[in-house]
């Protein structure tokens, strides 16, 4: 196999194409990212990759060309990074509605989160959008401090639909909730007060708590063993509880037992203080 | 007889898609040997993508292994390697292997393998990367262990008139094996089965009856398609379509292989049950009668006749057949975007849903197109004049249709339903790329509380579903102990179900204006009749992978009738959570939970386990080129049968 740009221009094989677009992406050579670009922003190229019926019922990854943005997503030196933050501006990928959610995905490894691809997951997290569980599925992926400040101005949007707010916290960040980036964010958004007070019990939820019943799926999402939490999380679980149970009137039934309860799990029980009310729970 | 030689085939090779490991194509060598003999050829490339299903070439992929000079104790060790090529670096994805203990007697054993899990790093979910059908029958067994001896003799003798023994020519006394398993396919290692007896040298290995085998997809199966139903329909004896209708049952293991199955003979031990035709041979149909309500019946198969010695025995429910209408809506995007009804065809999920009746007949409930062709919201007869209950329209936000989250109490499922009348409604996708019943209002138990921020609903915590009880032998889908030889009797199971939704609760807020609407354009319509909404998400790209062919295949993974048959378990299983069934089997999860609905037993290996783990429909196994999920089971039966929109 040789890394010849007139095979991207001329070829009919598939599989032929998608290996040549490999050794473009694995290139840390600016020139070589560019022509993939251009590429990668060809319809007619990507329409040589996999036929019409696939970019109408595959799931993105499935598709030929998420081989080719894998390979970008799996160099670590600069030009790679920039040809997948270069495919936002892309017209031809962008015409495919299943690269449009290939990219959100793809772009969890822009580490920490560059401008452009807040801007591109800000677009795509628009109220209505289609695309918003990708976006925010991709936040929790890259967990780097501008992707979860996205997070914490979606949840603070007025525009934003209430009811998935509520299904993200439950599930995508639940599923990351040892993580010091996403707790950290958990303290901003309830002690620094960067979201409106109402939000602070159903965030405070999806750290402490987890109810099958909150989920219809069969698939229901499982959250980290706390046990497992490194020690700068659990400070701040620490942190989150103790602001919880000290400060806050807690109006979720039995919230304020769990808290306690998950502390004592990583061994910072609170259980001889603060006597009074729910809180006084022994354990 | 002793088995001289085993056949292990490789049959097929599903690429998982639990998580998004796999991103474009790969090309897969299978690197697969039996008691070091290679099956197939590991220069061989697929090229796969994630959730491809491979169904290997019999003659290409099996292999037959001498096991003559194997001895007790022994084993033939079955391991397959897969390795994805690749011009920067090959990827070894795991290895599985299992072994086959001698004496090789099993005659259609189906060993699936998990491959082991995998580290996906920062950027992905850990995974796994494949699911592994080996299938080993027998090949060759001689009448003696002598090479030079006869290579057949009579395995039993049947005296004039009725006998009561069996034994060889040699004059060994034994009891032939006869089993009727209520679950079919039956449930494959390691799950738990009654320990066979030991048969005398000698006598031929035993057969799995094709009957009892699930192993083609069906085309427009009847209703009575599967075998060994819990419920045994109350039928009139003038049904024209009794054939169709009349349950079917079926030996599913007899050994030796060769005994005469024309001397089986069934009766009707107690219960309101009456064979139809003939009570001799290997499968009979059966019918109810009286017009009492669900009870049990009673059954023995015997030797040649009514006081023959007893070989196996079965039960069953008899109840009135019930019938439940349905809907299938098609909703489509909005400015063109997102079409469902230019992806699945009317045609096409008319055959998923014959699937999904026939899997449902099981408990003695038949599914109707919805007669009613009122409609609402804009539906439209899909294409017009059908009478299968297909309708089409066009959502107000694509947020309805296109990566609909299963966890926000649905829009979708209000789309032109009607109270009391199942509603599939066919969606694009799904954020969480399955199917879901979320709208499993009416079934017994208590819905979880509503939680209501910013004046949104949302689902809160403390559903429960509700028990339901049963004891006696055989136990319900033969959980240990079954009551069946080598088993001690049956004992009490207690299944729990799923919880409920309350709709009318939990969606006052969000359904007002909806109920608004369609009481002004539709009168009457009032809040309480959501609470008749029984209904689930069904994204329509779902398994539509398998059907798309991608250079250099020449052809698509899976044919349309699998496809249709996949489609139609997916459906049959959301339908038993909307009829208050929870999860069976623990999801191939290689760390086990246990069942949802509780009924699990010690498997093979000591293990709790899910049981059947893949052969109930309330498991995951399906999503195969040949699915496994197809039983409706006892207490299951008695579960869906409650459901409120059932009528009898």
Known sequence: MIKDPAILRTSNDPRELCDTARLFAVSPDPADQQVLLQHLGSTEFLDKLDPAAAYQVFQPHQLRAAGIVKTLMDQTTPAPRETLIGLTQSTGFQSYELLIELLIRALSVDRPATPPTIAYWEKHLAPQSVYADNVVRAIFINRSKPALQLFERVINDPLQDEEYKYAWLRDMMLRQRNDPEVLAMCERMIIDKTVDPSWHEPILEAVFDFEPSWYQTCRKPKPPLRILAPTESKDIFERLGRHAVNTMTLVKPGLGLTIRLALKEIGRSIDDENAGGEANVVV | ?648
């Open chain 2, 1 to 648: 007889m002793p088995v001289t030689k085993i056949k292990v085939r490789l049959v097929s090779v599903e690429v998982l898609d639990d998580s998004d490991w796999l991103w474009g194509a790969g090309e897969w060598h299978l690197h697969a040997t039996a008691d070091g003999r290679p099956i197939g050829r590991p220069t061989t490339e697929f090229a796969v993508r994630s959730g491809d299903a491979l169904t290997l070439a019999e003659a290409d992929w099996s292999t037959i292994v001498d096991v003559s000079a194997k001895a007790p104790g022994s084993f033939v060790e079955v391991k397959l390697k897969i390795i994805e090529h690749d011009f920067f670096s090959n990827d070894n994805l795991g290895e599985v292997k299992a072994r086959i203990a001698y004496p090789f007697a099993n005659p259609d054993l189906n060993v699936n393998l998990l491959s082991p899990l995998l580290s996906g790093g920062w950027f992905f979910s850990d995974y796994r990367c494949y699911r592994a059908h080996f299938k080993i029958t027998i090949a060759e067994e001689f009448a003696t262990a002598e090479t030079t001896g006869p290579t057949a003799v009579p395995v039993r003798r049947n005296a004039a008139g009725n006998v009561s023994d069996f034994s060889t020519i040699k004059g060994t006394a034994f009891t032939p094996r006869v089993e009727v398993c209520p679950v079919v396919p039956v449930p494959a290692p390691p799950a738990h089965m009654p320990t066979r007896p030991v048969m005398p040298v000698g006598l031929a290995a035993g057969v799995v009856p094709v009957a009892a085998q699930v192993t083609a997809a069906p085309s427009a199966p009847t209703l009575n398609a599967l075998p060994n139903p819990p419920l045994i329909p109350i039928l009139d004896a003038a049904d024209p379509d009794l054939a169709n209708r009349a349950a079917r049952l079926v030996l599913t293991y007899y050994e030796p292989g060769n005994l005469d199955t024309s001397k089986i003979h069934w009766k009707v031990l107690s219960g309101p049950a009456q064979i139809v035709g003939s009570r001799n041979g290997p499968e009979i149909r059966v019918r109810g009668t009286g017009n009492a309500a669900d009870t049990m019946a009673e059954f023995e198969v015997r030797w040649e006749s009514d006081t023959g010695p007893v070989l196996a025995t079965y039960r069953a429910w008899v109840g009135k057949l019930g019938t439940i209408p349905y809907r299938v809506n098609f909703l489509n995007g909005t400015g063109g975007n997102w079409p469902t009804s230019t992806i699945m065809s009317s045609a096409e999920a008319h055959a998923i849903m014959q699937v999904v009746r026939a899997i449902v007949y099981q408990a003695g409930i038949i599914m109707v197109p919805d007669p009613t062709v009122t409609v609402s919201d804009g539906a439209t007869l899909f294409p017009p004049g059908n009478v299968n209950g297909i309708y089409q329209m066009t959502v107000s936000s694509n947020t309805h249709t296109r990566n609909v989250n299963h966890d926000i109490i649905s829009r979708a499922t209000r789309y032109n339903f009607r109270p009391g009348v199942l509603n599939f409604a066919f969606v694009h996708s799904t954020s969480q790329t399955n199917a879901a019943a979320v709208d499993r209002n009416g079934i017994a138990g208590v819905a979880s509380k509503t939680q209501v921020l910013n004046g949104k609903s949302h689902y809160a915590a403390g559903g429960t579903g509700s028990t339901k009880q049963l004891d006696g032998s055989p136990s319900t889908s033969w959980i240990k102990p079954s009551g069946i030889p080598s088993d001690a009797k049956g004992v009490m199971q207690t299944l729990k179900t799923i919880e409920p939704t309350d709709r009318v609760a939990q969606a006052t807020t969000m359904d007002k204006s909806y109920v608004t609407a369609r009481n002004t354009a539709l009168v009457p319509f009032t809040a309480a009749m959501m609470g008749r909404l029984y209904a689930c998400h069904c994204p329509v790209v779902w398994g539509r992978n398998w059907l798309v062919a991608v250079p250099p295949a020449l052809a698509p993974v899976m044919t349309n009738a699998q496809y249709t048959w996949n489609c139609g378990i997916n459906l049959a299983h959301e339908l038993g959570h909307i009829l208050g069934l929870a999860h069976r089997g623990s999801g191939w999860s290689a760390t086990a939970p246990l069942s949802g609905d509780g009924m699990d037993c010690a498997n093979q290996n000591g293990v709790m386990a899910g049981h059947p783990w893949s052969e109930n429909i309330m498991t995951y196994g399906y999503g195969l080129a040949t699915p496994l999920a197809h039983d409706i089971d006892l207490i299951q039966a008695s579960v869906v049968r409650a459901h409120p929109g059932v009528t009898y």
